[in-house]
């Protein structure tokens, strides 16, 4: 296992700071810069694009982890997934850039360019996090964000200077950064094709549909608030609630500057010793989620917010529940995906993802910001008791399971002060 040294790892805390500090500042920027109907298009279009990513990519990034720390002698993949990403990203930019030829919306054009950005991502973070790279992985974890801002900037310049729709600039800078990113992908990989690739990306796909299909119901059951948003709310409604729920992802960080540091760690864990991270962790989270709560109604914080609270519609008590369950499903998810059990969780947890979208698509209800933000941490809820419920006790030890269930629990504390 690879050593990690002190100027490592202050290059590594350093990197994520610089990363996630960016990273947090991009939606409150395009929420200040953007009309709210342009900033919720480019929310859902992250989301769909998340989602997208992860279909198209069946599954290869996700198989890099297990084909280099748990082979011997280790399976090279990045070879292919690279190869991969530079071809679907690829398409993906060409169909965003004939879609207004087709009549679609450059709304609608958003979304296969950030698939495409998407799939440079996944294959990218993977293969960083496994060769123990992790200040290079937090930069590529937020790329498409990163690429969001740098849109958004440029399509603000361009609607002040020169009186263009804000998403023009938006839409050709997204598609030229995506296809920048998958052409250097392509090449590295392609520079680097091991032997045998038929054999390794069979073998590959074999493992990775399954952690894939998982990861896609995972990922949707995240992204729900932006979808569901998107669909059911009007833009300035829909804008006011997911630049709260952005506001409350700074909660996120503390997921991630852990759970990036220690991936290899925590990958290969015995499952009896796990109690002893997940205790400490979600204890951190969730005082982290009550300190949020009390600090958006400090008056110096509202003052710190300026033109950015304007956006702000008071939803920080459900936004920091539902990040508190994004928490707790992405620790599950890796004893579910390294368990071998991803397709069970996929199925399973695919039938609640279909049957809230149904409900939340069929009319039957009238949804505004509160209800929809109750919905979607409800959902995540019944995500975490899919996950748990397709783990033995042996991959998932008591001790453990009563850590979770105390997380999930104590995420209703917080959502009763943020709305208190």
């Known amino acids: 296992m690879t050593r990690i040294t002190a100027p490592a790892s202050l290059a590594y805390v350093g990197s994520f700071g610089a990363a996630k500090?960016?990273?947090?500042?991009v939606p409150i920027?395009?929420?200040?810069l953007l009309p709210a109907a342009d900033y919720v298009a480019i929310e859902y279009a992250l989301a769909l694009?998340?989602?997208?990513g992860m279909l198209l990519g069946l599954?290869?990034?996700s198989a890099i982890p297990q084909f280099t720390l748990y082979r011997d002698p280790p399976v090279p993949l990045i070879d292919l997934a690279g190869l991969q990403a530079a071809t679907l990203g690829g398409l993906m930019v060409m169909a965003g850039a004939l879609a207004p030829v087709f009549g679609f919306s450059l709304h609608a054009a958003l979304i296969p360019l950030m698939i495409g950005a998407y799939l440079f991502q996944y294959a990218g973070y993977q293969y960083a996090l496994t060769a123990t790279r992790p200040s290079i992985a937090v930069w590529i974890s937020n790329l498409t964000l990163l690429v969001a801002m740098a849109a958004g900037v440029a399509g603000w310049a361009a609607f002040r200077t020169l009186g263009a729709p804000p998403m023009v600039g938006v839409a050709l800078v997204v598609g030229a950064l995506t296809l920048a990113c998958a052409t250097a992908l392509g090449v590295f990989g392609w520079r680097n094709l091991a032997p045998e690739p038929q054999r390794r990306l069979r073998e590959a796909l074999a493992f990775g549909i399954p952690v894939a299909i998982n990861g896609m119901v995972a990922t949707w059951s995240v992204s729900?608030?932006?979808?569901?948003a998107?669909?059911?709310?009007?833009?300035?409604?829909a804008a006011s609630l997911l630049f709260d729920f952005r506001l409350a992802s700074i909660l996120i960080t503390v997921h991630l500057l852990v759970s990036t540091a220690i991936f290899r760690r925590l990958y290969v864990i015995e499952a009896g010793r796990l109690d002893k991270w997940v205790c400490g962790y979600f204890a951190v989270a969730l005082a982290a989620a009550l300190a949020f709560n009390f600090l958006m109604v400090a008056p110096l914080f509202q003052t710190l917010l300026g033109a950015a609270g304007e956006r702000s519609g008071g939803f920080s008590g459900f936004a920091t529940l539902f990040v508190i369950f994004w928490s707790v499903t992405a620790f599950i998810d890796v004893l579910v995906n390294r368990s071998g059990r991803a397709m069970r969780s996929a199925l399973a947890n695919g039938a609640v993802a279909a049957g809230f979208a149904l409900f939340v698509k069929s009319g039957l209800l009238t949804f505004n910001a509160d209800s929809l933000g109750l919905l979607c941490c409800?959902?995540?809820?019944?995500?975490?008791?899919?996950q748990a419920a397709c783990l033995s006790r042996h991959e998932l030890p008591w001790r453990t399971l009563a850590a979770v269930i105390a997380a999930t629990t104590g995420g209703f504390?917080?959502?009763?002060?943020?709305?208190s």
């Not at 500090?21 to 500042?25: F, G, Q, R, S, T």
């Not at 729900?224 to 569901?228: A, E, G, H, L, S």
């Not at 998107?230 to 409604?237: H, R």
């Open 230 to 237: 998107g669909w059911s709310l009007p833009a300035g409604e």
């Open 413 to 419: 504390v917080v959502l009763a002060s943020g709305l």
């Open 29 to 32: 920027v395009l929420a200040i």
């Open 21 to 25: 500090l960016l990273a947090y500042v």
């Open 378 to 386: 409800t959902q995540l809820a019944a995500v975490i008791a899919v």
């Open 224 to 228: 729900t608030i932006r979808i569901y």
């Open 49 to 52: 694009g998340s989602i997208g």
């Open 59 to 61: 599954g290869l990034p």
